[in-house]
């Protein structure tokens, strides 16, 4: 599928619910979110036909996201049912590792090729406080777990937030110099509790980087599957890499290959944009195939040239992340 730009459209991301076992203090409020009854969101019936059909048009990459995607039950049925679709060639997920070391195996053997785990700082007390009561322990072990399950490239998405962990850029560094690990600094988004984000709160990626080089040689490198937007840098000497994903400061759009499946059914063309098409109601009115194949058409069609976050005044936005699906 290429859009009206000539990009090349072949990645799902595909949120299975947009509940969590945590409460980061920058993605929901305290009180929790109101979440949606399991009869709103798709089953995995409807997500592998959804799946099948991208994959007739052109989708060879999927990532289940969340909320956190392994608090929903019996995910390894889902990862085994679409990795077995003709056409998709790498099933990957995005979790907060909390439930990893138990499911790894599972998931692996229903055919999970990757994995990424959120870790945005790496001491105990701070974990705690960011989490609102998280354990870093298990995000620990979920790291060597997937190491140990040859889950690889293995990578750790780090939002780097100004004035709380930017302390820890060379910790960070240092983690990806002795472990075969692809650390990815992320710059802060306004894309979810609007009320702890502020524009002083970004870290441009290019200052990260000049602290960085000041204690490593770094080198142009890229990893063995699924580079996406980041731009990599091997650590001279080091066993892993460390990644930039530059949204705010020097956006990718232009490189942009993905669509979003919400958990409730809706199919984006862009996480910042407000344009979405109802699929669940599609499914469940048991419209045929050639329907589904249309929404994605118009929704592939309809992406935008880019994203406009730092274009306006910050505002409320009807979906934080944990809606769409980081």
Request: aromatic letters at 8%; hydrophobic letters at 35%.
């Amino acid at each position: 599928m290429l859009d009206q730009l000539g990009r090349e459209i072949n990645y799902l991301r595909i949120s299975v619910t947009d509940r969590c076992n945590l409460r980061c203090r920058y993605c929901m409020p305290p009180e929790g979110i109101s979440l949606k009854e399991h009869r709103d969101i798709l089953s995995f019936e409807e997500i592998e036909k959804v799946v099948r059909i991208g994959a007739e048009l052109g989708i060879t990459k999927i990532r289940l996201t969340g909320g956190e995607p392994l608090i929903r039950r019996n995910l390894a049925d889902l990862v085994y049912a679409i990795s077995r679709i003709d056409g998709i060639d790498d099933v990957a997920i995005t979790t907060n590792g909390i439930l990893f070391p138990g499911l790894a195996a599972e998931l692996k053997e229903a055919g999970l090729k990757r994995v990424n785990i959120s870790l945005d700082t790496l001491q105990k007390d701070r974990y705690h406080y960011i989490t609102r009561g998280g354990d870093i322990t298990a995000a620990f072990n979920a790291l060597e777990t997937a190491l140990a399950e040859g889950l690889e490239p293995v990578k750790v998405n780090t939002v780097l937030i100004n004035g709380f962990n930017d302390d820890e850029i060379l910790d960070f560094c240092r983690l990806a110099f002795e472990r075969p690990l692809h650390i990815r600094f992320i710059e802060f988004m306004p894309v979810g509790e609007i009320k702890y984000w502020h524009c002083k709160s970004i870290i441009k990626n290019s200052d990260v980087f000049d602290i960085i080089s000041k204690h490593y040689v770094l080198k142009p490198g890229k990893i063995s599957r699924g580079s996406g937007p980041a731009k990599y840098f091997v650590l001279d000497g080091g066993r892993g890499s460390v990644g930039f994903i530059s949204p705010m400061s020097n956006h990718f759009c232009s490189e942009c290959n993905r669509l979003r499946l919400t958990a409730d059914g809706k199919l984006r063309a862009c996480l910042y944009g407000g344009k979405e098409r109802d699929l669940k109601e599609a499914l469940r009115n048991n419209l045929p195939d050639e329907e589904i194949r249309r929404i994605f058409v118009e929704t592939v069609l309809s992406k935008p040239e880019r994203h406009t976050m730092g274009d306006k005044p910050w505002g409320t936005r009807d979906r934080k992340m944990y809606q769409i699906g980081g």
